[in-house]
């Protein structure tokens, strides 16, 4: 790395630095704590995005010059500096808006318009990453608006320092071939795509306390920084090996799955790593576009593409993206997909858009938009059982869960005697199913009730703690969940007798294997009968028959003494209580079986 | 590449490569449901990804190689054709867009790899029927640049394809079921060599159809013996049976002698040196798949094996490693260039090694009892640690292919 890349990469943090802390946080802080809010907030706000844009496209009819962006960094560190102590006079708060926007609208064109005459694809990877790393530091991060303002006068302060002479240059810089062009409008769609979905999202993280505590609290700043970092690196290198298309839709799908999983308690520790690292993709991206991606010949050109990408994506994005998350309180699903289709378009597929290929995706989706309209108004006049099934079908269950018990002694065993294959064949669709991630269900009806499958489908881990299955709660909703839980009960009740018969026949074999019983008991019978085993567990009262006591009795179910009483214990751990809430536990082993069975019946004993 | 041109046997592979990055990445989301169950949100569970998954790599990844080799053989790239030839392409891909929209919002058949119901359904017949019009032009416009049994293949050939929509729409209907091992509840040894049979022909079709120098083996054994496997697929299939009657057994051991036949076939032909990757990776995946899909039906192993992750592994082995690679490798004949680096390629290999060893190991645990169900064994959070960093990996490269 050269000297005058190294001046390069350090005027990148700076006004990077500059923009996070100060314009982006502790300018919006002081403003509020001088007592502009609501309407004058919005105000002040629109006169920094106008006078930036202003700004902007001035410096571009200018032309890109070191003295502009020397003066402009210096005018930016000053309205940092003096900025606290305006907020006595909070009647010309518009004056440091008007200056900061004007700043920043010079800074970034002539920054962005003359990068490449200083340094490579690397070299801008890394200042943006440094800027946001740095930025994200737990000593600039938390500090309170005043400090703010003091460090971005500082980094502004730097960045003029780090301004390389006039005519310095690191070789015949425009002769260097970048990897392909982003025409203008492609630039506009996809980075202003971006930078809504960004600062909507960013919104609701900073303006949600849980959410922020889990993505962008005090233990995760340091991770946040190296996270940019790396971000920052990987583009820069991206760049440099590729064009920035696919840089565009990285960026994208990561934003998008953060956007995603933020919305689930589970998933925000995984959107808390790619939120920042689609951040830093696309925003070394927004820097480069204009000297390396345009396809201009001169840095004045790229000035002009710097003014409308700045203008467009940077500050109209951004302003929308707020104003959008603002309104709505979250980033709307179908505003993701839609994101993803304009950096989709962005990244070349536009190219495609010729009349042949849209009739011919006409004539493919328009029947499936009929057929979609036709079936809704058809009329629907099946059973609940039936309506069940298709239920299950429309789910995907059959992706988890078998219905077929084969032949051989593993299966019958635990899920009862095999049935004829002509039955089972009779399905339209046939539901065999090939994998079993839960239990086989040919004979569920018999092993479980109404009661226990509502509560299964709407919080599985309640009832099997390591259960991978999904809650389908939103199914209660409507008809669905009910018609779905009859069809599932309506399963086996062809050869209740005979199955049920089989069982009573049932003991479980000797084992030398040695199992937990008290283990087992806090984990899958706990929940209903209590920890103290009295039935007093926290599903009990959603329950139909209260759960029995297994401490006291009655044992209405298992009564007796000795052997006898002992075998019917294991059975009906083993098989539930066909008519009660009591599941079968039939994926048990026999050593389980024997364990708790002994366990309960010391409990009798005692 | 992947770049839109004018070419459509390029544009084909392009969308191959894109189906094949979108359906590895939704492979990726599913392999992360599994491991972490919060994942799934709202209406889009495991169980409406899944067929995404399946089918957009069934009919997306591994379908468009081959249209790209019809458009090849019938000479859709010519002029006046080729423009409705790559227009045929985006019909194909936006039938898919329909149905992974369709199977997610659950419109469903209910059928595995044959989901395809109503509007979805429709949307894909019409692209097919697109797609077979565009060939039958460029038929009628080449016919007369070639000889005359050629011209009389590509007829028989077209012939058969226009039936293609018609067999989609009868095997995806929800009344039909193909034979079923009933000790299994799952294909039996003649439907497993039956569908075999086909990807045979096509790899002993390859180097003689694309012409490549050099000759496969001589002599009229190797046809006869692909006739009496033919012969003994209608015999056995009508016959049925389990995995434990000899008659099965006999249908899953024919496959063994094309572990040999089909390497030696190919090594007479003068193979260009930029297929020398994906030719030796799919010999090496032929001969594991053949060997390993024989071994797991032997009695006692399948009954072990059957509904794990077993098959999930032996169906990863089959669609990541074999035809993965046979689609790699019929795209490098016909663009004339290598898919991947030396790396990219190795380290495709090697994740999908690692994860078919993981679901093989993690179904041969699970099939001998069901008790993982109700606890979470620290062997099942490693399978899918496994699972999850080679999908990751497979993903990636699967992305670097595609944009590169």
């Known amino acids: 790395m050269t000297m005058l890349s190294m001046r390069a990469v350090l005027l990148i943090v700076g006004v990077y630095g500059y923009f996070l802390i100060f314009a982006q946080f502790a300018f919006v802080e002081l403003m509020r704590s001088a007592g502009v809010s609501g309407t004058k907030e919005k105000v002040t706000l629109g006169i ?45 708060f518009w004056i440091p808006a008007l200056v900061t926007g004007g700043a920043l ?31 994200n530091l737990p000593p600039v991060f938390m500090s309170s608006a005043v400090h703010q303002s003091f460090f971005a006068a500082g980094f502004a302060m730097i960045a003029c320092l780090a301004v390389p002479r006039d005519g310095e240059s690191a070789a015949d810089e425009w002769s260097v071939p970048s990897h392909g062009t982003l025409p ?38 340091w991770r946040n920084a190296a996270v940019h970092l790396g971000g920052g690196l990987l583009a820069g290198w991206w760049m440099k090996k590729t064009s920035g298309r696919g ?57 002009w593409r710097a003014a409308w990408i700045f203008s467009v994506a940077g500050w109209f994005g951004s302003a929308n993206g707020i104003a959008m998350a603002g309104e709505l309180q979250r980033v709307p699903f179908m505003f993701i997909v839609i994101a993803g289709i304009c950096v989709w378009l962005a990244t070349g597929f536009y190219k495609v858009l010729r009349w042949r290929n849209c009739f011919m995706v006409a004539l493919v989706v328009l029947p499936a938009l009929i057929a979609g309209r036709a079936k809704t108004a058809a009329p629907i006049t099946p059973t609940t059982i039936e309506r069940g099934r298709a239920v299950y079908v429309a789910e995907g269950c059959i992706h988890c869960h078998s219905q077929y018990v084969r032949p051989i002694a593993l299966d019958e ?23 079993r991630q839960g239990p086989d269900l040919q004979h569920v009806g018999l092993r479980r009730s109404e009661a226990w499958l509502k509560i299964h489908f709407i919080e599985p881990r309640t009832l099997v703690p390591a259960s991978v299955m999904p809650s389908y709660a939103h199914l209660f909703n409507d008809q669905r969940g009910d018609d779905l839980v009859t069809y599932l009960k309506s399963l086996g009740a062809e050869r209740a007798f005979e199955i049920i018969g089989e069982r009573e026949k049932w003991q479980p074999a000797p084992s030398a294997k040695k199992a937990d019983a008290k283990h087992l008991f806090a984990n899958h019978c706990a929940v209903c009968h209590g920890c103290d085993a009295r039935g007093g567990g926290k599903l009990a009262s959603r329950l139909i028959r209260p759960p029995t006591n297994l401490a006291d009795g009655p044992y209405l179910w298992t009564a007796g003494e ?19 809430d009591m599941p079968g536990h039939e994926v048990f082993d026999d050593a389980m079986i024997r364990a708790l069975t002994d366990e309960l019946m010391s409990w009798r004993e005692k | 590449m992947s770049k839109c041109g004018d070419d459509p046997v390029r544009d084909a592979c392009g969308h191959a490569l894109a189906w094949l990055a979108v359906a590895n990445g939704v492979g990726l989301w599913l392999a992360l449901m599994l491991w972490f169950p919060a994942l799934n949100h709202s209406e889009w569970t495991y169980g409406r990804w899944v067929p995404v998954h399946l089918n957009l790599q069934l009919y997306g990844w591994t379908s468009l190689p081959l249209i790209a080799w019809l458009f090849r053989l019938y000479k859709a790239d010519a002029e006046s054709i080729r423009p409705w030839a790559s ?13 992974a929209a369709s199977w997610l919002s659950g419109m469903t058949s209910g059928k595995i790899f044959l989901d395809w119901t109503g509007g979805a359904l429709a949307s894909f017949l019409i692209a097919q029927v697109i797609l077979w019009v565009v060939l039958v032009a460029a038929w009628k416009r080449n016919q007369s640049t070639w000889d005359g049994k050629w011209r009389i293949g590509l007829l028989v050939a077209l012939m058969s394809l226009g039936m293609v929509p018609v067999s989609l729409w009868f095997a995806s209907s929800p009344a039909v079921y193909p034979p079923v091992d009933r000790s299994t509840g799952g294909p039996t040894g003649a439907s497993l060599l039956g569908s075999s049979l086909i990807v045979v022909g096509l790899m002993l079709a390859m180097p003689r159809v694309a012409r490549l120098a050099g000759h496969g083996i001589k002599g009229s054994w190797l046809w006869i013996y692909f006739g009496i496997s033919w012969l003994a697929f209608f015999i056995f299939e009508h016959i049925g049976g389990t995995h434990r009657d000899v008659c099965q057994l006999i249908s899953m051991a024919m496959l063994l002698p094309w572990v040999w036949i089909i390497p030696r076939d190919w090594s007479g032909y003068d193979w260009p040196a930029s297929s020398k990757s994906w030719r030796h990776a799919m010999i090496a995946w032929w001969g594991l798949l053949v060997l390993s899909g024989w071994l797991m039906y032997q009695p006692g192993v399948l009954d072990r094996v059957k509904f794990t992750q077993a098959l999930v592994g032996h169906s990863h082995l089959a669609m990541a490693g074999f035809t993965s690679s046979f689609c790699m490798l019929l ?29 093989k190991i993690s179904g041969w645990i699970e099939g001998g009892g069901w008790s993982w169900m109700l606890e979470t064994p620290l062997w099942r959070e490693i399978g899918w640690g496994i699972r999850a960093g080679c999908g990751l990996a497979m993903w990636l490269i699967s992305v670097k292919w595609w944009l590169g």
């Not at chain 1, 492609?186 to 505590?213: N, P, R």
């Not at chain 1, 565009?248 to 933020?262: D, H, I, N, S, T």
Request: net charge positive; aromatic share 10%.
């Open chain 1, 48 to 92: 920094m995005a106008l006078s930036g844009i202003a700004a902007g496209f001035l410096a571009a009819k200018r032309g890109p010059s070191v003295r502009s962006l020397r003066i402009a960094l210096i005018a930016a560190a000053m309205v940092a500096a003096s900025s606290p102590f305006a907020r006595s006079v909070p009647e010309i």
């Open chain 1, 105 to 135: 609208g010079m800074i970034t064109v002539n920054l962005a318009a003359m990068l490449r005459r200083w340094c490579g694809l690397m070299s801008v990877g890394l200042g943006v990453g440094l800027g946001y790393a740095i930025c």
């Open chain 1, 184 to 221: 203008l409008i492609a630039a506009l769609l996809g980075l202003t795509a971006l930078v809504w979905l960004d600062s909507a999202a960013f919104f609701i993280i900073q303006h949600t306390h849980d959410l922020k505590e889990s993505t962008w609290g005090e233990a995760m700043l």
């Open chain 1, 247 to 303: 840089l565009m839709l990285g960026a994208w799908a990561l934003l998008a799955l953060a956007a995603f999983l933020v919305n689930s308690p589970d998933g925000r520790s995984a959107a808390g790593w790619l939120y920042p690292f689609g951040v830093s993709l696309y925003s070394t991206m927004l820097v480069a576009v204009p000297g390396w991606f345009s396809g201009v010949k001169d840095a004045r050109a790229a000035a």
């Open chain 1, 413 to 435: 065993a635990t899920w009862g005697s095999a049935g004829k294959l002509q039955q089972v064949l009779a399905g339209k669709p046939v539901l065999i199913g090939n994998r």
């Open chain 1, 562 to 580: 000795g052997k006898d009483a002992w075998q019917r214990v294991a059975r009906t751990i083993k098989f539930g209580l066909p008519g009660t």
């Open chain 2, 87 to 99: 227009a045929a392409l985006w019909a194909w891909s936006a039938a898919l867009v329909v149905g």
């Open chain 2, 331 to 359: 795209m490098g004949l016909l663009t004339g260039s290598c898919v991947g680096s030396k790396w990219s390629v190795l380290l495709w290999n090697m994740a999908v090694l690692g994860m078919v060893i993981a679901l």
